[in-house]
């Protein structure tokens, strides 16, 4: 989160690359083997992305590290849906859903120095602790859910509280700019041009 800028190995920005192509292309790769569900942990701070799948690398702007932390969220909520849309329409079982965390205390933000960081860390005072923070992820690996859920706190601002389903912006029910990041990603990471056979969720049990 708000890293300095910096590129991986493969020339991708840092946080674009951690956020989102690096569990797109999981997810991807081990596709063949889930019978259940993905769930792709996004952030509030999803409200505040933008997205444009032909500069995701951000060369064409100033690196602003807490806008481009932001567009990594959006991003994840953007694919979430934009699976379960694929699953859907392969026949599979498997659902895709998406969860935030509120705000919690936790290390995310270590990286964040001067007046934002010390911002955060006045921020971080009312901030739930990190067991809390991880029950929305556990709810959506683990309640009976439908596919293209997003669970978050159900407390004042979605900061704080315990779990339940939340609304994502309309950005990230934008399937168009879906459909767009995920042509982007499949270039970028060589993969998820086409989903596998597999997908279409467990293979039926042998009849006696």
């Known amino acids: 989160m708000q890293v300095p800028q910096a590129r991986t190995s493969d020339g991708f920005e840092a946080q674009i690359a951690t956020n989102h192509l ?17 769930v792709t942990v996004s952030s ?3 409200k505040r992305g933008h997205i444009d799948p032909g500069d995701l690398n951000g060369e064409n702007r100033p690196y602003d590290a807490f806008q481009t932390y ?36 936790t ?15 006045i921020l971080a005072s009312f ?10 992820t556990l709810y959506a690996a683990t309640a009976n859910l439908p596919g293209g859920s997003y669970a978050g706190p159900d407390g004042p601002g979605e900061r704080r509280g315990y779990p339940t389903l939340v609304q994502a912006s309309e950005n990230a029910r934008d399937e168009q700019l879906a459909r767009r ?9 060589g993969i998820g041009q086409t989903l596998p056979v597999s997908m279409t969720g467990p293979e ?3 009849k006696p």
């Open 107 to 121: 290390n995310l933000a270590s990286h964040v120095t001067g007046l934002k960081g010390l911002g955060l860390k």
């Open 181 to 189: 990041l995920w042509d982007t990603s499949s270039r970028l990471t």
């Open 22 to 38: 690096a569990p797109f292309a999981l997810t991807i790769l081990l596709m063949p083997h889930i019978t259940d569900r993905v």
């Open 70 to 105: 932001c567009d990594t969220k959006l991003a994840n909520l953007l694919f979430t849906f934009e699976l379960q849309r694929r699953l859907a329409r392969a026949g599979s079982s498997v659902r895709s859903m998406a969860a935030h965390p509120g705000l919690s205390k």
């Open 204 to 206: 039926p049990e042998p």
């Open 127 to 136: 901030a739930q602790d990190a067991e809390h923070g991880a029950l929305p």
């Open 44 to 46: 509030e701070m999803h």
